[in-house]
């Protein structure tokens, strides 16, 4: 399974309306200029995160959008399965090998598990402390 930059994108919004939580709404331009994207691509992602109730839009002169919940309440997999549909790296038939079958399952649940486990709030309140260590999946 490839993140496209849909997956990568939405995370980048959401991970800075997470930052803001709590502050009023965040125009996508904002969000768009500080991170260096396209506002129109970011206006394409929106739709479906509003659609799913990941965020809802504020109207009006100073309107935008923000987090319909707090950031611990929602976590990477919500997102990505918003933007990408379904976490399958492979495709399971039934009549696969046992042995490749289990794996591509084991895969798949790991990856789900680490996705499922890691909330927004873990995102956007991670702080690189520089040399080696980083924040750690086991998968």
């Not at 965040?26 to 206006?43: F, G, M, P, Q, W």
Request: no cysteine; net charge negative; charged share 30%.
């Amino acid at each position: 399974m490839k993140i496209s930059t849909k997956g990568r994108y939405g995370l980048t919004i959401m991970m800075a309306l997470a930052k803001k939580y709590g502050e009023g709404p965040i125009s996508l331009k904002s969000i768009a200029i500080d991170h260096d994207l396209s506002e129109h691509y970011l206006e394409q992602l929106i739709a479906p995160l509003r659609n799913a109730t990941l965020v809802k839009s504020v109207r009006g002169a100073y309107g935008g959008y923000m987090l319909s919940k707090s950031p611990e309440q929602i976590t990477a997999g919500d997102i990505i399965r918003v933007l990408e549909g379904p976490i399958t790296p492979v495709e399971v038939v039934d009549d696969e090998e046992p042995a490749k079958r289990d794996l591509w399952i084991k895969i798949r649940d790991a990856v789900k598990d680490v996705l499922d486990s890691t909330t927004l709030e873990d995102l956007a309140n991670y702080e690189d402390k520089g040399g080696q260590e980083h924040y750690m999946f086991y998968i």
